[in-house]
């Protein structure tokens, strides 16, 4: 097990230095230079040399990279000129309006799409199992923007149910005491993640299905309520664990979508900010957490994995 | 969710934790394709028809019906706008006068264009790529497997909205940034199956016989490789045409007046209040039911081929 564990803990490090790798190339390939953009059209050429010279951007490309890592390394993710705020700042404020939207939005669907998937695997080509099967295809393939504002239509605009953005005049936990304003942006997530998980899980189960040890519980006379719990649920969930972690991109997707629709400030709609600013800064350092949260994410994920399916492990 | 789940399409299979090393569909070993066999339980499934009647539909209507139904899309006329459907527009107009159903149909062309270039271009890239890695193993296969985890890891869509917050997207560029971030997946898939292939009879016939290292991985290893990238690729198709409307509603998709039906569907659905139906749902029905179609063919195709190689 402490091999596996560091094994894989090595080959997450050797990623996370691939993504910085990639968030420096991008840095790089940016028209013009960063003294020009930051100082302007009129700086002077020797103003240039000294932003350059204080910034270290006239070193070898290498030992920038270098520099660069040892910033990351010390927390500092570079300095957003357009905001004149650090791209740390910016997301330290951002990042807990994103979990009060997208936690709850993970757990209600699980606890939708778990049994929907399982009871849909059970019982194969019933009726439920084809509805199910099209709604999920349905929602899915439903653009994320068209869910969220035909839902803003109906119960904001029609219905006048629901106020139709996430509360104003609060942040991060704050938000809680405004449920009302939670509500249509939770459900778009949720609406788009239970497509995923629900088609996910009935998969698993029907794997979980073929395999020797459910014959054999079967056949020790164990009753199909206590196979389905003790085994294919336990099993199939595990499974559900591993997506998690994997599907972390596909989730800021979604959350960036749903918090430009419903104006919530997570780290989504402070990139789609400065994407229009040409923020470049808080951009990449967008980029660089969420690629670094998805290894993470990957790398428990599959130590999780481990540690509950003894099967797994490498050695 | 798609693809935006770029790479994790509804039916693909359930992935295992990732081992180091790991071979993906190693344990899964392929022999000689039968073709046939493949189309007829691919014929035998319901779905699989109903995708197919839908594309084909869906196709004849984008490039066939501007044929039939004439206008021109992108004349603008500004005492026109927001008509409801009536005679001589079956659809009515848009908020600049425009027509609608025909706006639909172009809309559709390069919604199929983009779509199934991007799968095209990646999934082959990626079945190169993959293959490579897989054929040589070791270290090469370490560092390229490595960079694949490392662009996974990074949402396509935020990579996408970065470039083009550099340079203005165009068609083309659309199409390349696209595959850029959608070769991973076949990227994987290919390095799977080719690393339990290479180690099969035939490659050590065609080495024993003098065969060179580009031969074995281009005419046999490939070929061998195919149904799964071709599985793939159908989810692609898909996959690129949800990302590339999202990419219009965040105003980064095609330049207008270009038609998109992502594009039609953002600018339309402000008119909710309005009740302007004609401008909110055709254009997201046409998305989910194209999209819907590739996903019911990929499926099919896929089990397809799992049956394929429990007959074999």
Request: aromatic fraction near 10%; include cysteine; glycine fraction near 10%.
């Amino acid at each position: 097990m402490i091999r596996y564990t560091t094994a894989r803990a090595l080959q997450a490090l050797v990623v996370i230095l691939i993504v910085t790798l990639v968030v420096f190339v991008l840095q790089h390939l940016l028209p013009g230079n960063e003294a020009r953009a930051v100082l302007g059209v009129r700086a002077t050429p020797g103003e240039i040399n000294a932003f350059e010279r204080a910034n270290g951007l006239n070193r070898p490309i290498p030992i920038q990279y270098l520099d660069y890592l040892s910033r990351l390394v010390h927390g500092n993710l570079g300095f957003s000129y357009k905001l004149n705020e650090s791209v740390v700042t910016v997301l330290r404020d951002d990042i807990p309006n994103d979990l009060v939207l997208v936690v709850p939005a993970i757990l209600i669907s699980l606890l939708i799409a778990v049994p929907v998937g399982m009871y849909q695997a059970l019982h194969r080509n019933r009726a439920f199992d084809y509805a199910a099967t099209g709604t999920a295809f349905v929602l899915y393939s439903m653009p994320s923007f068209w869910t969220g504002l035909l839902l803003v239509g109906w119960f904001a605009i029609d219905l006048r149910w629901l106020p139709p953005e996430a509360p104003q005049n609060s942040s991060g936990i704050g938000m809680l005491a405004h449920p009302a304003g939670l509500v249509l942006p939770v459900a778009t997530l949720v609406l788009v993640y239970i497509a995923f998980f629900s088609r996910y899980m009935r998969s698993s189960v029907i794997d979980t299905l073929a395999q020797d040890y459910i014959r054999t519980a079967r056949a020790k006379g164990m009753s199909e309520r206590s196979v389905a719990l003790h085994h294919i649920f336990h099993n199939s969930f595990l499974s559900i664990v591993t997506l998690l972690g994997l599907s972390l991109p596909a989730i800021f997707t979604v959350g960036l979508i749903a918090e430009q629709i419903f104006n919530l400030q997570g780290i989504g709609l402070a990139f789609y900010t400065a994407v229009g600013n040409k923020d470049y800064p808080v951009e990449l350092g967008v980029v660089l957490v969420i690629g670094v949260a998805t290894v993470i994410g990957n790398m428990l994920a599959d130590i999780g994995y481990a540690v509950l399916d003894p099967r797994v492990r490498y050695d | 969710m798609t693809d935006v789940l770029a790479g994790s399409s509804l039916g693909e299979s359930v992935p295992r934790p990732l081992l180091p090393g790991d071979g993906g569909l190693g344990d899964k070993q392929r022999g000689q394709s039968s073709l046939r066999l493949l189309l007829r339980t691919f014929a035998e499934n319901k779905l699989a028809l109903i995708g197919v009647a839908l594309v084909v539909t869906i196709a004849g209507f984008c490039f066939l019906g501007p044929l039939f139904y004439h206008g021109d899309s992108l004349a603008t006329r500004l005492m026109d706008y927001n008509l409801p459907p009536g005679a001589g527009m079956p659809l009515g107009t848009d908020d600049s006068g425009r027509d609608v159903l025909l706006r639909l149909m172009l809309g559709g062309q390069s919604s199929l264009e983009i779509g199934i270039s991007v799968a095209l271009l990646a999934t082959s890239f990626g079945a190169v790529w993959g293959a490579l890695a897989g054929f040589f193993g070791g270290l090469p296969d370490a560092v390229m497997m490595r960079f694949v985890d490392a662009m996974l890891a990074i949402p396509a869509l935020f990579l996408f909205l970065f470039l083009a917050s550099v340079v203005q997207p165009n068609l083309w560029l659309i199409i390349v940034v696209l595959s850029v971030f959608s070769w991973l997946a076949p990227a994987r898939l290919a390095r799977g199956e080719v690393l339990s292939l290479r180690t099969r009879e035939y490659v050590d016939a065609v080495r024993s016989m003098g065969g060179k290292r580009s031969r074995i991985i281009l005419r046999h290893l490939l070929p061998n490789v195919m149904g799964t990238i071709v599985v793939n690729a159908t989810f692609q198709v898909a996959d690129a045409i949800i990302v590339l409307a999202l990419l219009s509603y965040l105003g980064f998709g095609l330049a207008p007046p270009a038609p998109t039906w992502g594009g039609m569907l953002s600018s339309g659905v402000i008119y909710f209040y309005d009740g302007y139906w004609w401008e909110i749902y055709p254009a997201g029905v046409l998305i989910v039911l194209t999209v819907v179609a590739f996903n019911f063919i990929g499926d099919a195709l896929r089990d397809a081929s799992e049956v394929r190689l429990q007959r074999r």
